[in-house]
């Protein structure tokens, strides 16, 4: 974690179809009518701009709501082209590795960090701890050949992140992961399409779960907090909010 910003920076990464989206919109709903904070959200300004906003354009804006990968410059190559199945197509696990890390760099270089400098709040979904989990199982199942974590850790864009781990990484996870099956399968986003079977997912789990992840981030100075999104949307979103809201009272940034 950063010595030098000033904000506060959180984060959400898991299983896919354990509902991140559901938690990040209780997370932005909480901070927008109980703790009255302006939102500004990068997937609208990345679809009506085409580009990353400048720090002018967010100056009235107290908390932002981000996504890895982006929708613009790499992160649209990244969605469209080597995560898609829809070209039955597949690239090598370390180009996408390398097009993420470039995605993610330019991210923390334009947006996040000059952003957390000025005391802005961010709340995303997905970041570098998406690529030291994903990556490694993507190369090993697809490829036969397991993407070393050292090189990973070694990336730029990957470098960067874990430098500014964020202050608090909420984990939404399930028991049964051939659960999120049906839940994958009705919904219209398919932009993570080869990653979303019950195998690659299972193994996802355990490495989410496991303390050589968790103790990645704890050192860097993040707490880490696990998620029960098995019970229900309502439920997910409550703990997410009553997960932050501890965190906020335990930093005395809320009463």
């Known amino acids: 974690m950063a010595a030098d910003r000033l904000g506060l920076f959180v984060m959400v990464d898991g299983l896919d179809g354990a509902g991140k989206g559901v938690i990040l919109d209780g997370l932005r709903d909480y901070v927008m009518y109980v703790l009255k904070k302006n939102v500004f959200e990068l997937e609208k300004h990345w679809l009506n701009h085409g580009d990353h906003p400048e720090l002018s354009d967010m100056i009235a804006t107290d908390a932002i709501l981000s996504s890895e990968p982006t929708s613009v410059g790499i992160g649209k190559a990244i969605r469209d082209e080597l995560i898609s ?75 960067l992140a874990l430098e500014n781990s964020p202050d608090l990484l909420i984990i939404p996870t399930v028991k049964d992961v051939a659960a999120l099956a049906k839940r994958l399968a009705m919904r219209s986003k398919k932009d993570h399409a080869i990653f979303e079977t019950t195998p690659f997912q299972e193994r996802v789990k355990a490495v989410y779960e496991s303390q050589w992840f968790r103790e990645l981030f704890e050192k860097r100075g993040t707490v880490v907090k696990y998620l029960d999104a098995g019970v229900s949307v309502e439920h997910s979103r409550s703990e997410a909010v009553r997960i932050l809201g501890e965190f906020l009272k335990s930093r005395g940034i809320a009463k």
């Open 85 to 159: 199945d829809s070209h039955n197509r597949k690239y090598p696990a370390a180009a996408v590795a390398q097009a993420y890390s470039l995605d993610r760099l330019i991210l923390y270089s334009r947006v996040s960090l000059p952003a957390l400098r000025v005391g802005k709040w961010i709340f995303q979904s997905r970041g570098v701890p998406t690529s030291l989990v994903y990556q490694p199982i993507q190369s090993d199942m697809m490829q036969g050949v397991k993407l070393p974590v050292d090189y990973l850790l070694n990336l730029e864009g990957n470098k």
